[in-house]
Structure formats: structure tokens, C-alpha cells
């Protein structure tokens, strides 16, 4: 599976900025989706994590309430809509892909878009 991210960009806190990243390739049988995101000198966290229904969803501590994941199965296509921005926010956000049974897995995640960054000022 390829991934190829796109909508980072810079903010003020308590902006808003979205993210989409297109799949392409092995995604006939369903994939799951999530975005991750790695802040400079910190580890990678999962940010936001969904079923190939979209069914169900899942998020990291520090964005809920402020940010949904969706996703449109007819384009192959997986969103993150960031709002209430806040200047921890920043960081370099990643697409990534799994097997349809893995999605609520954040460790099984093994297909990586190249990162886009999202950068918010105070």
C-alpha cells in the first residue's frame, strides 16, 4: 500500500487545518487507517485510528474532542480534521496502513505516507 499525504501547513492556536492522505494500491479487502504524528526530540504517537467501515474510530488521549478522523472508501482517501489547534500540536503528521483486522492496533501499523508537517504558533 502507498500513501501520500498532504494538507499540513502553518496555524495560530486555536486554528483549524485538515488532513488527507490517498491509498493506493492492496486495498481491495479493506484497510485500516490511521494518522500518527512525531514532534521534534519526541517518540511517534498515535493520533487518530479507523475501521475500514468507518464504523469505528479511536484517538489519542491529547486530541480528543478536537479532532475526528474520517475516511471515503470510494476514493481510497483517509482525513484528519484538527481544530482548536495548540502550539503541542506541532509536529510532522504521518498516514499509515494496516490489515482490516489490526486497525484499533496501533502497533501493526506498517504502510507510511512520507509525513507532512503541521506547525501551530501561540
Known amino acids: 500500500v502507498q500513501l501520500q499525504a498532504c494538507g499540513g501547513g502553518s496555524v495560530q492556536a486555536g486554528g483549524s487545518l485538515r488532513l488527507s492522505c490517498v491509498a493506493a494500491?492492496?486495498?481491495?479487502?479493506?484497510?485500516?487507517l490511521g494518522w500518527f504524528r512525531q514532534a521534534p526530540g519526541k517518540a511517534r504517537e498515535f493520533v487518530a485510528l479507523?475501521?475500514?467501515?468507518?464504523?469505528?474510530?479511536t484517538y489519542g488521549d491529547s486530541v480528543k474532542g478536537r479532532y475526528t478522523i474520517s475516511r471515503d472508501n470510494a476514493k481510497n482517501t483517509v482525513y484528519l480534521q484538527m481544530n482548536s489547534l495548540r502550539p503541542e500540536d506541532t509536529a510532522v503528521y504521518y498516514c499509515?496502513?494496516?490489515?482490516?483486522?489490526?486497525?484499533?492496533?496501533?502497533?501493526?501499523?506498517?504502510?507510511w505516507g512520507q509525513g507532512t508537517l503541521v506547525t501551530v504558533s501561540s
Open positions: 479507523i475501521s475500514p467501515s468507518s464504523s469505528d474510530t
Open positions: 494500491g492492496r486495498t481491495r479487502d479493506g484497510i485500516g
Open positions: 499509515a496502513s494496516t490489515g482490516a483486522r489490526s486497525w484499533s492496533r496501533p502497533n501493526e501499523y506498517g504502510y
